[in-house]
Every structure is written in structure tokens, then in C-alpha cells.
């Protein structure tokens, strides 16, 4: 039997190379798609993928490909050769993960349920979801509910040799009342934590707001509610500004600055690779390196950067652990890209204000619930973004839906402006995150 950790142990056998690295991603990935409420295609794939990295006087290739047998585990190691062989050296590049302990345990990565569960019953849930959606003539026009498992090993010729299976769970559906739509979104690592009930619910919820939403007029500064769905993308110019890749490249605002404020004293962050049931949470990351829990921002100060281990090379530190390859929604072509810099898991510590209190604190304000796209430029921090659909707040109510409008400002300036944060954490990719107050952000009619 094939497996990751033999097509890995056997890859690094074969290496004539200086230093290699071999990782094998072993997964099954089911996609339901649904249109105009009903399901209309299910699709099943699975693959056994091979990634090489091959280091030769300092000269790095990478080569990938589907494996099914050990003709094809020599085809990929010798083309890693081959490219290793004529690239140009990389001064950069200090040396693949030695082997460091790895112990420990980590909860809720891996769903039984979803690995053996029928067809019928994931048609039943989604049923479950349209029916709770599709009323007051609100009707649900796409979905796709994704079902993955998954195991991997990483193996260097270092002594690494570290393996790891998990399942994602990704659901994001929308739904449309005259021009208005409203977008649900879930992330899990397991099934039954996805309530398909409350989804549809939200679902409907917000389309009918979107449905009745105004277009807003002339231009105002206001105190500013983000949802957690369309906060996480404005949050993340923080994994980018600690990012040792960004660090290392001089293009992050936040070089120099450990120790230093960069938000208000209620905003504490945590990139923590071991949280029960986090879609990126294993003992080491995709290079074998033990993962951490540490603070990114801890009551406002910068405590710490974001190293893979050739980032951390260069800045003559060890890696934090966080290196991967797979991504949140899915893990296709894993092995066909080498590792990343980037966040493992991102807790935004929850404070003490409930939903309710953040709005009713307001005078005037906005709460916003669906952006266009929610893209920060994350080297200025600077935004201008479209709002699909928002609710005014006025004397601590909430007032009229409104869209046709842009909100802007920068971001780097906002996380110093924090005026509340929710006491309620939600999942949303690999953040968890509450609801956030700003001030000082511009409301502008389109």
C-alpha cells in the first residue's frame, strides 16, 4: 500500500541532493453544489500528491506531481534535481528544519463523522438550510458545501519526519431577494459543528436586509461596527505586518517596532497553531517545525513575528512553526507549492461588551454587514471599500439598511482607534475573531 510516509521515505532515498525535502498530501475532497435551491452536482476527487524540494550549492529546485507509483516518486526527485541544478545560488538560504522534539496532542482535527457519512443525510442538512432560507420570497441561489480529509507527511534529509491527518468543512451559500443578496459563510473542522438551521436563518436574515437597503448619501465620519465574516479580511494586514517575509523584504509598517504600541490597549492577538478544532492546527507545521501559541499583539504592544524557517534564516532566528502549504477552504495542490510564511491559527481575544452594547453605546454609527471585498492594501493599510449591505445606527438603535457606499480609511490607523470589541468569538477561515468598533472611519455615498 501507497502511502504518504513511504512515497516521503522513499523520495529522500532516491535524493542525491546537498539537502532535500520530500512532502506527500494523501486526500479526498467532496463538493455539493447547489443552484436555485436545489442540488445539482456532486463531485468526488482524490489525489496523492508529491512535492520535492532539492537543495545543491545553495541552489534550490522544486518540482511536483500525482503519484501512484515509485516510477513516478523518481520522476519528481529527478526533476527537483534537475531544476536545483541550474538555478542561480540563493545567498538567503541557510538550511532545511533540523529535527526539533515534537509532543503533545491536539483536539477536534479530525471528523469520523465526516469520513464515513452517506450521501442522503449531507442532502438532508443542506434541505435543512434551504428550507430555513427560502421564505418571504427569498430563494437560494448557489451554494457549495465542501466535505475534506486528509494526511500528509514532511520528511527532510535532516531527520524530519512528521505526519498529520485532519478534515475541513467549508460552506458558503447566497441567496437573493429582488436585487438584494445575502452571503453565509462556515468554517469547521468538523460536521456537526456546522448548526444548518441557524445558516439558512442568517442567510434569510441578511437578504432581506439587503433587500430593503437604501442608497446612501453625502459623507460622514462615523463610528464603525464590522461583522466578523468582513472583518477577518480587513484583519489581516496584521499576519502581513508581522510576517517575517514582509519583515525580511522591508515591506511591512511594523519593522523595528517589537515592543512597541500599534493598537489600542483592548486589542490582544494570538497566532496559535494547537487550538482545538483550528483548520491549521497540527503538532508542526508543513516544514515538520513544532508549532507555537504566541502573541502577536498582546494589549496593544507588538510582541512578535511570523517566521518560516528560510525567512528566519535571514533574520538569524529560529522558525516559529509557520510554514504551510495547505490552505483554509481547501488543500488541492498542496504539494504543488513550497512552503509559505504565514498565520496558523488567529485568535483576536474577545472583550467584554455584547452585541447589544455595541450598538446601544452609539450615537451615530454604521454596522456593516457584506462588503464587495474586503482587501486592504497591507503595506499602507488604506482602504476604500464598497458596501453591499450596512445599517445606520442612530441613538443606539439600529436604524435603516443602506448600501451604495464606500467605506474608507487605513487600517493601521483603526486598530489604534478600537473603541469596543464583542464578547463572542466566531470562526471565520482561520481566524477567530469578534465583533469590532472603530471610530474615525468615513462613510461616503456612491
Not at 443578496?181 to 473542522?189: D, N, P
Amino acid at each position: 500500500m501507497i502511502t504518504p510516509h513511504n512515497v516521503c521515505e522513499k523520495a529522500i532515498k532516491l535524493s542525491t541532493a546537498d539537502q532535500s525535502e520530500a512532502f506527500c498530501i494523501d486526500a479526498k475532497m467532496r463538493n455539493i453544489y447547489v443552484e436555485n435551491g436545489e442540488i445539482k452536482l456532486i463531485t468526488d476527487n482524490s489525489w496523492l500528491g508529491l512535492g520535492v524540494k532539492s537543495i545543491i550549492d545553495n541552489r534550490i529546485g522544486y518540482y511536483s506531481a500525482t503519484v501512484k507509483d515509485e516510477e513516478d516518486i523518481k520522476n519528481v526527485v529527478k526533476n527537483s534535481t534537475k531544476i536545483a541544478k541550474i538555478s542561480p545560488k540563493d545567498p538567503k538560504f541557510k538550511s532545511l528544519p533540523h529535527p526539533r522534539s515534537v509532543s503533545g496532542s491536539v483536539q477536534d482535527v479530525y471528523d469520523e463523522e465526516l469520513v464515513n457519512i452517506e450521501v442522503e443525510e449531507i442532502r438532508e442538512r443542506i434541505s435543512t438550510l434551504i428550507n430555513s432560507a427560502q421564505t418571504n420570497d427569498v430563494r437560494v441561489m448557489t451554494g457549495l458545501l465542501r466535505l475534506i480529509k486528509f494526511n500528509f507527511t514532511v520528511m527532510n534529509s535532516l531527520g524530519v519526519d512528521f505526519s498529520h491527518r485532519g478534515t475541513i468543512v467549508y460552506l458558503h451559500f447566497t441567496a437573493k431577494r429582488g436585487k438584494g443578496e445575502g452571503v453565509v459563510k462556515r468554517f469547521s473542522t468538523k460536521l456537526n459543528q456546522i448548526d444548518f438551521q441557524d445558516a439558512g436563518e442568517e442567510l434569510r436574515e441578511k437578504t432581506l436586509s439587503a433587500s430593503e437597503a437604501e442608497a446612501f448619501r453625502g459623507k460622514e465620519e462615523l463610528e464603525v461596527i464590522v461583522e466578523p465574516m468582513e472583518l477577518q479580511g480587513l484583519l489581516n494586514v496584521i499576519t502581513t505586518a508581522s510576517n517575517g517575509e514582509y519583515i525580511n523584504r522591508k515591506m511591512s509598517p511594523w519593522i523595528g517596532k517589537l515592543g512597541e504600541r500599534v493598537a489600542t490597549e483592548a486589542l490582544t492577538v494570538i497566532d496559535d497553531g494547537r487550538i482545538s478544532g483550528g483548520l491549521r492546527s497540527a503538532l508542526a507545521d508543513d516544514e515538520g517545525v513544532p508549532t507555537t501559541r504566541k502573541f502577536i499583539i498582546e494589549k496593544g504592544i507588538l510582541k512578535s513575528y511570523l517566521f518560516d524557517s528560510y525567512n528566519a534564516g535571514i533574520f538569524g532566528t529560529e522558525s516559529t512553526g509557520n510554514g504551510f502549504r495547505r490552505g483554509i477552504t481547501s488543500v488541492e495542490e498542496s504539494h504543488v507549492r513550497p512552503v509559505n510564511c504565514t498565520a496558523s491559527n488567529v485568535i483576536i481575544l474577545p472583550g467584554n461588551k455584547s452585541f447589544d452594547t455595541l450598538i446601544e453605546e452609539i450615537d451615530k454609527g454604521v454596522l456593516i454587514r457584506k462588503f464587495a471585498y474586503p482587501q486592504v492594501d497591507p503595506i499602507s493599510g488604506n482602504f476604500g471599500l464598497e458596501i453591499r449591505n450596512a445599517v445606520l445606527i442612530k441613538d443606539g438603535s439600529l436604524d435603516r439598511p443602506i448600501k451604495h457606499a464606500l467605506l474608507t480609511g487605513n487600517m493601521y490607523m483603526a486598530l489604534t482607534k478600537i473603541t469596543g470589541i464583542g464578547d463572542k468569538l466566531y470562526n471565520v477561515e482561520n481566524f477567530r475573531l469578534p465583533y469590532m468598533r472603530f471610530m474615525g472611519l468615513q462613510l461616503v455615498g456612491m
